[in-house]
């Protein structure tokens, strides 16, 4: 069997704004992430997926991009990116850059340009158009809330940004945006990169006549956004005329797009993606509680997720990123007796799916949520917009508004990484950018690195596992108890047997007909109780068998 490079693989996100701080200015860098880049390789990782580290508006931390050939000058220097590039093909991992172009900065020159007005040869690389009825154009909704256009008062037009307003979409159908496009991604892979992660790449074709949104679709404004007419030849262009032929991997962010359309994006037949990131399990809680699930349904969503590669297809998968609640506190156990033990189940959970696993930074010590006392406390764009129209307008109580943004707040995953129990969990000298989590304390990669029961140390042996195992990458998913409320048993390539249990009690595993489990491969937590016919786990512990 022969397999991609990608497929093989375990990617590390890296969000370098928080990762590691170098010079004392509060704000994470590139030579800061190079002086970390052995706790990569400790790792085991094949890949770092680098979160924007272009030149920036400084609206959405990078997700804005004011040029797209040069380093943010917060970051460091493009020699910086090169002994970036080179320390990590030093240590035999490869660097995915990500290409956020559905919209750019409103500092990008290009807008600059466009707004100059009508005549502009730049104004047709956004979307312009004069309102209607004393209003906005259309009634499509902002991502972020509010409406998706602003007014130009210089132009005398409303321009189209389907996130915030220093995000202005640039406009696809204009073939002049599509060969800038191209050009960047090879001036990238020029620089050697190993691929592109494609910010809301689904969202780059707008019908022409953009209608309203039924009542229905400003449910999940997103479904439609990802549906535009021509998305699917976009995709098959930059994937003829800029990847073909070389080996780098096109990861698409699927924001919009359900589990069983991904997998037409990844058919290799298609000339699409090679993989993306679906959203079925990080939105299966709803947006205000954290407990609102059950193991059923997460089991029902894994089952689906490994469908998403289709028959010919791969994916991707993630507990956490740079948008999501840390994944301890989203679908673990975050009361500090239980969170480590359920960081580590967590773990065995990521690195035994049939897809390629996406750790995000602290996600591999078990970072947690942050506890933000106050609106004042959260940076991010998305959390001062919510604030702004929801409870700033009356319609919601600030209290049940914070509450809400306390677990679900980008900012969870944002806070710095955390190095050591010292000052500012050992991030930076200066004063961080967003505090970092008091339980760095407790919650730290030097006291981790020396502690064999660590979830670090559980992450290692995980991803050592899973090269060592072709089985475990490859192999078909098989749940054996869909319905269990507190046990998830799943069987790869019908030769191995995970065992994850999602409680604090002890749960027993009777091993149905021809399930034998034979020899332990790995446990969190100490070796279950295993009679042959039956096993043991105590409270949130995990283990994976040879049959
Ligand atoms: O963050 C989200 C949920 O909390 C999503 O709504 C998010 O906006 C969506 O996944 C798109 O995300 C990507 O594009 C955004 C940027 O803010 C995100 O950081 C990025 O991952 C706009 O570029």
């Known amino acids: 069997m022969t397999s991609r490079w990608w497929q093989d693989a375990v990617v590390y996100q890296v969000y370098p704004r928080s990762f590691m701080d170098a010079d004392g200015d509060g704000v994470g860098d590139l030579p800061g992430l190079i002086s970390r880049l052995d706790h990569l390789a400790d790792l085991g990782v094949d890949a770092v997926w680098l979160s924007p580290h ?16 040069a ?24 660097l995915i850059v990500d290409l956020v172009v559905n919209h750019t900065s409103d500092q990008h020159p290009w807008f600059a340009e466009s707004r100059k007005g009508r005549e502009s040869p730049f104004r047709d690389y956004y979307i312009w158009r004069d309102g209607k009825d004393g209003g906005p154009p259309n009634n499509w909704p902002s991502i972020f809330g509010g409406s998706a256009w602003t007014w130009d008062e210089g132009s005398g037009q409303y321009y189209l940004h389907l996130f915030a307003p220093g995000q202005p979409d640039l406009n696809w159908d204009n073939p002049a945006v599509r060969g800038e496009v191209h050009e960047i991604m090879r001036f990238w892979l020029d620089r050697g990169v190993a ?49 073909a032929g070389r080996d780098a991997v096109a990861i698409g962010e699927a924001f919009g797009v359900s589990a069983e359309e991904a997998a037409a994006l990844v058919d290799p037949e298609r000339r699409e993606l090679d993989m993306v990131f679906t959203f079925d399990l990080v939105d299966l809680p709803r947006e205000d509680r954290a407990d609102d699930w059950t193991l059923p349904q997460l089991k029902s969503v894994l089952s689906r997720l490994d469908r998403a590669g289709g028959a010919r297809g791969w994916n991707s998968f993630y507990l956490e990123n740079h948008d999501q609640p840390r994944a301890v506190s989203h679908f673990g156990d975050p009361d500090p007796r239980w969170a480590p ?13 049939r897809a390629t696993p996406v750790v995000y930074q602290g996600q591999e010590i078990g970072m947690t949520n942050y506890p933000f006392g106050s609106i004042e406390a959260l940076q991010d764009v998305a959390a001062r917009a919510r604030w702004v129209r929801d409870v700033e307008s009356g319609r919601r109580p600030a209290e049940a508004v914070l509450n809400s943004l306390r677990w679900r707040s980008r900012d969870n995953a944002r806070t710095p990484m955390q190095w ?17 989590n008091p339980n760095a304390a407790a919650i730290n990669v030097e006291a981790q690195s020396r502690d064999p029961n660590s979830v670090l140390a559980h992450y290692r042996r995980l991803i ?12 078909a998913y098989r749940d054996l108890d869909p319905n269990h409320e507190r046990l998830i048993a799943y069987l790869r390539d019908e030769r191995y047997l995970v065992l994850l249990n999602f409680s604090r009690e002890p749960v027993d595993f009777s091993a149905p007909r021809g399930v034998t489990p034979a020899q332990l491969l790995i446990a969190s937590d100490g070796e279950p109780e295993n009679t042959g016919g039956a096993v043991r786990l105590q409270g949130w512990q995990s283990a994976v068998y040879r049959l």
């Open 420 to 436: 050591t129990s010292g000052p500012n969990a050992g991030f930076t000298t200066g004063r961080p950018w967003l505090a970092a």
């Open 54 to 69: 272009y030149r920036s508006g400084g609206v959405d931390n990078g997700y804005d991009v004011a040029h797209y050939r």
């Open 341 to 353: 033990a359920s960081a580590k189940t967590l773990a065995t959970l990521l690195m035994s799916q």
């Open 71 to 94: 380093v943010d000058p917060q970051f460091g220097t493009m020699a910086d990116f090169e002994a970036l590039a080179a320390g990590l093909a030093d240590r035999g991992i490869r």
């Open 195 to 243: 691929g592109f992660r494609m910010d809301v790449i689904a969202f780059v074709s707008k019908p022409p006549d953009l209608p309203d949104l039924s009542v229905e679709q400003l449910q999940t404004p997103q479904r439609a956004y990802a549906n535009g007419p021509r998305r699917d030849e976009y995709l098959r262009e930059l994937h003829d005329l800029v990847l």
């Open 464 to 475: 050592a596992l899973r090269r060592a195992h072709r089985g475990l990458v490859h192999g």
